[in-house]
């Protein structure tokens, strides 16, 4: 049963603990938004995080649970909940890394543009991505030139073969990529 008797600091604790909560989520789908292809690099960098912003909200919805004024079994079972969730999710910081540049490689005549590798490991294999940056500082943009599954287990290779062509060499068969002004990619491999 929820009873609104709650004291003044109750009260504020709560809108700020709900607020806090709004934000963290407003911050996640801002993130997932810098993730499709041409997003500002910089949303996908911070905010992309599903576990670290999962991992900030435990504590608010623990705050959230002690100023709702239910019974005290009710709150405790619940409290326990959301500590036992937040000790869960310890291990997922280990196991669940995200991706790690493995190089970079500016384009030619074109400072603005570089070749970005990534790698993210996997008990076995490893996951792996190839990007173009284009841009400086905020309003730097990321497309996806390839991606290799933990399955795939050839090398992949990407040069520059002008400052608007790019040269994707898999499996021994080279394809050319072409860039437009913003930096989109004519085509895309994923493996």
């Known amino acids: 049963m929820v009873d609104d008797r ?6 504020r604790a709560l809108r700020a603990a709900l607020a806090a909560l709004a934000l963290l989520a407003l911050l996640g789908a801002a993130g997932r938004y810098g993730r499709r292809p041409g997003g500002l690099l910089v949303l996908r960098e911070w905010f992309d995080r599903p576990l670290p912003l999962f991992t900030a909200a435990l504590p608010l919805l623990l705050v959230v649970l002690y100023c709702v004024t239910w019974r005290a079994w009710i709150r405790v079972v619940l409290g326990a909940g959301v500590l036992l969730t937040a000790a869960a999710t310890v291990p997922l910081w280990v ?5 790690k540049v493995t190089g970079t490689q500016r384009a030619p005549a074109r400072p603005d543009r570089r070749i970005v590798r990534q790698e993210q490991l996997g008990m076995l294999a490893s996951a792996r991505w190839v990007f173009v940056d284009q841009g400086t500082g905020l309003t730097t943009r990321r ?7 933990y399955e795939y ?10 400052p608007d062509r790019l040269a994707l060499t898999t499996g021994g068969r080279t394809t050319v990529i072409d860039l437009a002004a913003d930096g989109r990619p004519s085509g895309s491999l994923t493996l």
């Open 6 to 11: 709650r004291t003044a600091g109750e009260r």
């Open 143 to 149: 497309w996806q030139i390839a991606y290799a599954s």
């Open 153 to 162: 287990e050839d090398s992949i290779d990407v040069v520059w073969a002008g």
């Open 95 to 99: 196991f669940l890394d995200s991706a």
